[in-house]
């Protein structure tokens, strides 16, 4: 049946300072449903549904999170859906260590709160090892940076090292080029 609380629950507290606050005090860095599992929040699914939670601010906006059993057992976050996987928008995180943004409108925004392009990135970024841009491959790119397509370059350019090509066009609209040895 159905229990009603009309206060907070405190599970290893007297003080609870929210409806339900689970308080520990030990060195166990281990989840729940480890052997020695003694404390946390579990929810745990023996059947073929998900083990899901919810977040709702009511009238406006919910976000489904857990782990959806019909999709590999992958952790997915859905927005404004009734379960797991459903609209066209979420984010995965599976066993194999892959992590997706999936969906028609699924964009990314990095150092900004507004994503204009699929990946928006606002700030610095490194690559430490290879880069590919354009021909997408399931491959390693065989160089530093790799660039399958037509490239544009507003600013200035500046190479240390030789330059190989098949073809070198320089532009009619360029009034000279200069060599400069370094």
Do not use: C, W
Request: aromatic share 6%; charged share 15%; net charge negative.
């Amino acid at each position: 049946g159905s229990v009603h609380i009309s206060d907070n629950i405190g599970v290893n507290t007297t003080a609870p300072k929210s409806q339900l606050h689970l308080f520990r005090d030990d060195s166990i860095t281990h989840g729940p449903a480890q052997t020695a599992g003694t404390g946390g929040l579990l929810i745990e699914q023996d059947g073929t549904g998900d083990a899901v939670m919810e977040f709702l601010t009511t009238g406006a906006q919910n976000y489904i999170m857990g782990i959806d059993n019909s999709d590999g057992d992958v952790l997915k976050i859905t927005p404004g859906q009734f379960k797991l996987g459903d609209g066209t928008v979420h984010f995965t995180y599976g066993s194999t260590g892959i992590m997706t943004l999936q969906g028609t409108s699924a964009r990314l925004a990095i150092g900004s709160d507004t994503a204009n392009l699929d990946l928006d990135v606002t700030g610095f970024g490194q690559v430490t090892e290879r880069f590919r841009i354009g021909k997408g491959g399931s491959s390693t790119p065989d160089n530093t940076l790799e660039v399958h397509g037509s490239g544009l370059i507003t600013g200035s350019l500046t190479v240390e090292g030789d330059i190989t090509a098949q073809n070198f066009i320089v532009s009619s609209s360029v009034t000279s080029i200069t060599y400069q040895s370094l």
